[in-house]
């Protein structure tokens, strides 16, 4: 049973409105919003959300960071949520201005029912609303606006463009990052992380402007390539595994050579598993730890390749004629 309210106009009759919660609005907000003809409020609906989505973007730059994301998420959960529990009291106001006056409440299985009930209204109960019926969408409300907004700031997700990565990370594979990893601790060796790519070197593409690699140093760190095996601090690193066994490549596909370099303090070296067909941080070196977006740690897609990301040795590509990021 759910309660409606029964307004009556004196040319149309009666018209039943369900009381509580609204489903439809929670989750279809603007196309319910069209539907009950509810013109303002749609427009109202779409306008917030594009000028969120778009126009902010736009006007004051990309959410870079995780709190100014998860407050955009926030603010986008709660629209639904706000439009459920005040829907039908729209409804309800929308049919005051068009000269109907409410009759009163009752319990009904449907609007039909509702209606033919309250040919009798004067005689029913005013019903009330029980505590799980009361409270449960208050509590579904504030457990969707949680997870979007934890969700949403926690986990990206991103695609792979180009073979630097493989076999670790195939082209068009889709990961997720964990944008919160190092909020309480540090990148380390092996890690594979996405990061802003650095806007001062040659090559940059302000189309691509976010890149995926693998740490293989950090602040504080020497790093060396000898016999195409990686040394940090001169010595082979032994964990991961993946490190100590992939081949790395001190020549450049420029013509240069890689020197062994020391890693500032809040940096990190960066170095693409398929070295070979790489732009990383042997041509440009390291990149500020701010740079980092987060943490790759789960392939997506495609399906037969879901699961933790983890090291696979790669398979030595020719030589680009182009460095690839």
């Not at 969700?151 to 964990?178: C, E, Q």
């Amino acid at each position: 049973m759910k309660i409606y309210q029964v307004f009556e106009h004196p040319e149309y009759g009666r018209k039943a409105v369900k009381e509580g919660f609204s489903w439809p609005a929670f989750f279809f907000g603007f196309l319910w919003a069209l539907c009950k003809k509810l013109w303002l409020l749609a427009l109202t609906y779409f306008l917030l959300k594009i000028s969120l989505r778009v126009l902010l973007p736009i006007l004051f730059g990309p959410y870079s960071n995780a709190s100014e994301r998860g407050f955009l998420l926030f603010v986008l959960a709660l629209f639904p949520v706000v439009l459920g529990f005040y829907g039908n009291h729209w409804v309800g106001a929308r049919l005051v201005r068009k000269g109907y006056s409410m009759k009163g409440r009752l319990n009904a299985s449907n609007r039909r029912d509702a209606i033919e009930k309250s040919k009798d209204i004067d005689e029913e109960d005013v019903p009330t609303l029980s505590f799980g019926r009361r409270f449960s969408p208050i509590a579904f409300g504030c457990f969707y606006i949680l997870l979007s907004t934890l969700a949403g700031a926690t986990l990206a997700a991103y695609y792979i463009p180009s073979p630097a990565m493989l076999d670790t990370l195939k082209i068009n594979d889709r990961i997720f990052v964990n944008r919160f990893a190092y909020a309480f601790s540090e990148p380390k060796v092996g890690d594979i992380v996405v990061f802003w790519g650095p806007r001062n070197i040659p090559n940059y593409d302000p189309d691509k402007p976010i890149w995926v690699k693998r740490i293989v140093g950090v602040g504080g760190d020497t790093v060396s390539i000898v016999e195409n095996q990686l040394r940090v601090n001169g010595e082979p690193v032994l964990e991961p595994h993946f490190l100590l066994v992939n081949n790395f490549s001190e020549r450049l596909a420029n013509g240069g050579q890689f020197k062994e370099t020391l890693v500032p303090e809040e940096e990190v070296m960066v170095f693409g598993d398929n070295s070979y067909n790489s732009y990383d941080s042997r041509y440009w070196g390291p990149i500020p730890e701010e740079n980092i977006i987060g943490k790759a740690f789960l392939r997506f897609w495609p399906p037969s390749r879901f699961g933790a990301i983890e090291g696979v040795s790669a398979r030595s590509l020719e030589w680009p004629k182009a460095p690839i990021p």
